[in-house]
Nanobody, 115 residues
Framework: VQLQASGGGLVQAGGSLRLSCAAS????????MGWYRQGPGNQRELVAV???????RYADSVKGRFTVSRDNGWNAVYLQMNGLKAEDTAVYCC??????????WGQGTQVTVSS
C-alpha cells in the first residue's frame, strides 16, 4: 500500500483546510485509515481515525472542529479541519492499518496556522 497526502498549507487562525490521502496498491487489506501529527517539539499524536463500518475516533483537542471521512473501498481518506488554531500547526501524516502487516505511513504534509 502506498499513501500520498496533500492539502497542507498556511492558513490564519479560524480558517479551514482539507487534507487528502490517496491510497494505492493492496487497499483491500486496509481496515482503518487516519491522520497523525507531530508539532514542533512534540511527539507524534493521533488526530483522527476511521475504521471499517465508519467508526471514528478523534483526539480530544480536535473534537467538534475536525472531521475524518473516506471514500468507499479505502481509495482515499480526508481530514476536514475547521476552526484551526495555532496549536494545530504540525506535520500531518496519513496512516493505514493493514491486515497482517500493521501500519503503513505516507509522507507528511505541513499545516501552519498563523495567529
Amino acid at each position: 500500500v502506498q499513501l500520498q497526502a496533500s492539502g497542507g498549507g498556511l492558513v490564519q487562525a479560524g480558517g479551514s483546510l482539507r487534507l487528502s490521502c490517496a491510497a494505492s496498491g493492496s487497499i483491500g487489506n486496509i481496515f482503518a485509515m487516519g491522520w497523525y501529527r507531530q508539532g514542533p517539539g512534540n511527539q507524534r499524536e493521533l488526530v483522527a481515525v476511521i475504521a471499517d463500518g465508519g467508526t471514528t475516533r478523534y483526539a480530544d483537542s480536535v473534537k467538534g472542529r475536525f472531521t475524518v471521512s473516506r471514500d468507499n473501498g479505502w481509495n482515499a481518506v480526508y481530514l476536514q479541519m475547521n476552526g484551526l488554531k495555532a496549536e494545530d500547526t504540525a506535520v500531518y501524516c496519513c496512516n493505514a492499518k493493514i491486515i497482517m502487516r500493521g501500519d503503513q505511513w505516507g509522507q507528511g504534509t505541513q499545516v501552519t496556522v498563523s495567529s
